[in-house]
């Protein structure tokens, strides 16, 4: 029998990750009693703190959450014949996920790139539906939040800070870039020459294709008034991002590239984001300025909790199993406290036996969902909101009929394009990317450690290019590759400790943005909380990509990914074969496309509660102020919201919405900013 009490809290956040975090922070900060429930715990460990090592942190075992999803519903795709990442004996391919203070930004790969406007005017035409006078979804309104909360430390406190550029700079998100957290100099000293190819190549080659047809004259004309209205927009682009000594040396790259140095950019410039651009830039993270540790959630609720801790309560190693609703109010939650109680929390582990002892907290005014785009349905539905038969299938009582819960499941593509060169890569000798055993040394990890900087103090994502790809749905750029220098194809279980297993492997990972596919779903397997819940992505041509764009932008992807590693002037370099397969012969259009669709994967996950228009039920689980529709004192904030995939990565417009939803629920509870907002809050007049 579950034990009731008195409510203590005004607001129960369920998850500490990107949702969760910020707004059980913000709700804090304004002066309401919170208490945030959290699976996991707080631990913390060299693969949590060095971004490098954010593999490692996938596959720590106090962290991870192991879930094996289906990408297809065909039995024959469902075969590690198929697809390599497959494991036969879990009947899935690996998705990790991280139960700890701070969810899947305590293991996540740290990048913050900024979303494009269309993914806000999508919402802002929604939210309009519920008010026609709505203008807080406006692209330019929410750029405002961005503002609020990132501290850009790459333009420098003393550099200048361009308006147009629409940076923060007082906020907890604090964003550096490569060339600030490698000294340049150290990197001309001894410089990795392939390495160095590889990087210039593809720099080249994207200029080349932008901008530059040896077949016509006028090409090298407009290749040059690129270069020069780069410079002139941008003219401390130089000092800004630390190229001077790469820049002088500019005239013995030359015979590698010409002036395309220039090119490196900041891609969450808003000017970016205006126009729509291509090309290559640099890739902002989001470490601590000082130590360069990761910066996630968890850093930022803990900074609330030192400054308003009666405020702030967080219960760690407490699972929410129900919410508790009389009629359709949410009025509390039922949870258990223990350790590793969720399966995907006890995979391939020595687990402590369940406490199966459930506790109900009630609370004054509301429950806000934030468990990440597979849990969140999963708990509505347990709690019986979802699809009246689902829910019903396992002997739930349904108490609202939301057919949106657990539909609509969205990921972005990616797929790894590995490469082998020749030599080992010599900036990456005797670098360990873990935790040393004992006896191990590692100077990579000292130098982070004496100094902050190094490869370590990067993710190892060495630059990324910006696409449009010919099957693009509108302006907006849709392919995202990047470069590495590892051999990563996926998640498959013990993936970590392979990216480095071999020194002379490079991946170009091509990411499709904006896919169109829709067709994926979240569904209950029982009524047991702690069993994971079905889940399959339905992709490519099981899914809602009717036309085919999704795949045929892919091939597009890796074609140019082909072509500039083979083509200009770089090594010839062999593709590395999946396991049991042949690598696809790259001249032929179909052989790509298979390959695509058998090894592409995703961990984006999104869209399975889904902010949707006042007059389609079946595709709302929400109203544009985070509300389950027909529910009372209920909300969800977290992936599962976008109605749309945001962008090219998904946890920075995930913070974003957070401040959104922060904003909604304390404009509903009547508050007004104390001293102006100026007490620890970072939330601006509400009125
Ligand atoms: C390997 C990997 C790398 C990534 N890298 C990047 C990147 O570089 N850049 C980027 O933009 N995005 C990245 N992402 C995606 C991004 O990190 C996630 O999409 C984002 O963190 C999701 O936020 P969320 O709030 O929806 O869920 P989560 O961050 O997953 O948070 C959910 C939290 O809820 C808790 N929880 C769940 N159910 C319950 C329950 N019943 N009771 C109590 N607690 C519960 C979980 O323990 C978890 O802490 C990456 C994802 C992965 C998997």
Redesign the pocket.
Known sequence: MAQEQQPQFDYVV????????PVAANLASAGFKVLL????DEHENLSYQVPAF?GQA?EDPEMR?DFFVQHYSAPERNTDGYDSKYVTEKKGVL???????????????????YPHNSDWEEISRIAKTYDPTDESWAPDRMRRIFERIERCGYLGEQGPKDVEARHGFSGWLTTEVLTDLIDPEALLDSPDLQLLQTVIGAVHATIWDVDFNPHDPKSLGRLLDRLESTLERAPNLKQLFKLQPLVDKKAELEAHVKGSLNQFLDPNDYRVTLEHREGVFLIP?SVSPDERKRVG?RERIKQVKARFPENLTIWCN????RIVFEGNKAVGVE?VNSQKY?DAAREDRSAPPRNEERKVERVKREVVV????F??PQ?LMLSGIGPKEQVEKYKIKSVIDLPAVGGFLQDRYELGFISEAPKNYTILSDYLFREPKPGEKDAALDQWKATHNGLYAT?GAVLCVIRKSSHRADENPDLFIFGLPAAFKG?FPGYADTLEQRRNRFTWAILKGHTRNKGGYVRLKSSD?FERPEINFKYFDEGTDEGGDDLAAMVEGVDFVRRFTSHLGLHALPLVAQKKKHPPDMNDGYQISEWVKQEAWG????GTCRIGPKDKPDEAALDADFKVRGAEGLRVV???VFPSIPGF????P?YMIAEKASESILKDAGWKPRDGGQNGLNLPEIG
């Open positions: 369920v998850g500490s990750g990107g949702g969760g975090g429930i959290e699976a996991g954010h996938t959450w998705y990790p996920r991280a139960g700890t203070l701070g969810g899947c930004t305590g293991h996540h790969a740290l990048i913050t790139l993270i959630t407490s699972f929410v199993t949870y969720y934030a468990g990440g785009s849990n969140t708990l993710n998640y909380p961990h984006h996950a999104c977290d992936a599962s990565f998904i946890v920075t995930i």
